[in-house]
């Protein structure tokens, strides 16, 4: 079985410019969260979707979005770029039964 | 707020050694408690799922225990080996809440 998959894997940016991220969960999962990592931060919850709907948010600013497809791919989006928004973003799925998670490899982000 | 604390942040011992790594956490009204591994600008392998109704978990040479009535955690590695070496992670899923709360990791290093 695939695992979780994220594109792109890097991107460079601009302060002030949009950028949207993609993940594709493990088939079956309906179940996808997103997380922000930094070396000053570590690992924070951004938000998390299922079956089309928003669950859980973290405490991130209104720039920061998702959404989630019907098929269970999910995007997020962030809005006009900050130099402080450069860090490694992961995606995990998991299913309802064990909510063991399941990370992708990571969309490196630099803004700069 | 849960808050989950990991120690030492960094540790370096010679192949071979049986080694713990610590995880506590501040509120033990969790739902799951799941180890990571982490190496350098890649995504997060999930090691170990530990269910709050369970004590431990072993695979290979792995052994992750659980004492939710006094927050903490151990993973325990038997005869490491160089190829360990990682960031080893410790997330806990809060009871009711769709989201894992992560400690700062341990930086793990097994000289050879």
């Known amino acids: 079985k695939a695992g979780v998959t994220q594109t792109p894997r890097y991107l460079i940016k601009t302060r002030g410019q949009q950028v949207t991220l993609s993940c594709s969960p493990i088939?079956?999962?309906?179940?996808v969260s997103w997380y922000q990592q930094t070396p000053g931060q570590g690992l924070q919850f951004l938000f998390e979707?299922?079956?089309?709907?928003?669950?859980n948010k973290g405490n991130f600013p209104g720039r920061f979005s998702g959404r989630q497809f019907s098929n269970s791919r999910s995007e997020m989006n962030v809005s006009t770029l900050e130099l402080g928004d450069s860090a490694l973003y992961l995606c995990?799925?998991?299913?309802?039964?064990?909510?063991?998670?399941?990370f992708g490899p990571g969309t490196r982000l630099t803004v700069t | 707020k849960q808050e989950v604390t990991q120690i030492p942040a960094a540790l370096s011992v010679p192949e071979g050694e049986n080694l713990v790594l610590n995880c506590s956490f501040t509120?033990?009204?969790?739902?799951?408690l799941q180890w990571f591994r982490q190496d350098p600008g890649k995504g997060l392998t999930s090691l170990l799922l530990?269910?709050?109704?369970?004590r431990e978990q072993t695979s290979g040479r792995l052994n992750a225990s659980l004492d939710k009535s006094s927050g903490r955690s151990t993973l325990y590695i038997a005869a490491s080996q160089p190829g360990d070496s990682a960031t080893y992670l410790c997330?806990?899923?809060?009871?009711?809440?769709?989201?894992?709360?992560f400690g700062q990791g341990t930086r793990l290093t097994i000289n050879p």
């Open positions: 979707y299922f079956s089309e709907t928003q669950r």
């Open positions: 088939s079956g999962h309906r179940s």
């Open positions: 997330a806990v899923r809060p009871a009711g809440a769709q989201k894992l709360v």
């Open positions: 530990i269910q709050s109704s369970q």
């Open positions: 995990a799925s998991s299913l309802e039964i064990t909510y063991e998670q399941y």
């Open positions: 509120d033990s009204a969790i739902y799951n």
